[in-house]
């Protein structure tokens, strides 16, 4: 049974901290994503990699986020220095070749 | 900017009746369509996907399908069941091979017994 997994589940920092999230794409998927999900904005992209290649990462505050595929099982996406806004479910998602996109269970992340 | 607008916000409806859910986009320029649905505290399960030659995708109980000219996309619900209780997303992909998917705010649909 082909899933998308992330790690951690939960979890709650204070502000100031780095947090890091981990995702492990389908296998054979080319294409993953980074989305976080409030009750305010709803769902939105952070950041798309195709073939490991980072293609776009406009939805990501700069100054504080990075996402990175070290291989084509691994995607993490870090915040550094945390803040208490960047509080919110992170979902990872995969794909092939840009058609139907499976999600995580995502990172809800609690930063206090 | 392309913006995605799904009515209504919310449905309660006792077991049994068919389900009319709808989405649509400011922009109609849509390559693919995704319908997802997403219980309380979990992710998002994939339910259909309409790509960019198709107008419509069946499975099961679920019938969504879209109307490209007008930007519209309708998912249809067979005979609900209280276990179709969730909240439904409907996220559009741009043209041009950009897999950037653009979501609406989702139908939360509450079925009863």
């Known amino acids: 049974d082909a899933r998308v997994t992330q790690t951690p589940r939960h979890k709650v920092t204070e502000m100031g901290q780095e947090v890091t999230m981990r995702c492990q794409p389908i296998?054979?998927?080319?294409?993953v994503f980074w989305y976080r999900q409030t009750m305010m904005q709803g769902l939105e992209l952070l950041a798309y990699?195709?073939?490991?290649?980072?293609?776009?990462d406009s939805g990501m505050p700069k100054d504080r986020f990075s996402a990175e595929m070290p291989d084509a099982t691994l995607a993490t996406l870090k915040i550094q220095p945390s803040e208490p806004r960047d509080s919110a479910v992170y979902f990872c998602?995969?794909?092939?070749?840009?058609?139907?996109?499976?999600f995580g269970p995502g990172t809800r992340l609690t930063v206090l | 900017k392309q913006e995605v607008t799904q009515i209504p916000a919310a449905l309660s409806v006792p077991e049994g009746e068919n389900l009319v859910l709808n989405c649509s986009f400011t922009?109609?320029?849509?390559?693919?369509l995704q319908w997802f649905r997403q219980d309380p505290g979990k992710g998002l399960t994939s339910l259909l996907l309409?790509?960019?030659?198709?107008r419509e995708q069946t499975s099961g109980r679920l019938n969504a399908s879209l109307d490209k000219s007008s930007g519209r996309s309708t998912l249809y619900i067979a005979a609900s069941q209280p276990g179709d209780s969730a909240t439904y997303l409907c996220?559009?992909?741009?043209?041009?091979?950009?897999?950037?998917?653009?979501f609406g705010a989702g139908t939360r649909l509450a079925v009863h017994p």
């Open positions: 998602a995969s794909g092939l070749n840009g058609d139907e996109q499976f």
């Open positions: 296998l054979g998927h080319n294409t």
């Open positions: 990699f195709r073939n490991r290649a980072p293609l776009d």
């Open positions: 922009d109609s320029a849509i390559y693919n």
């Open positions: 309409i790509q960019s030659s198709q």
């Open positions: 996220a559009g992909l741009g043209p041009g091979g950009y897999n950037k998917l653009i």
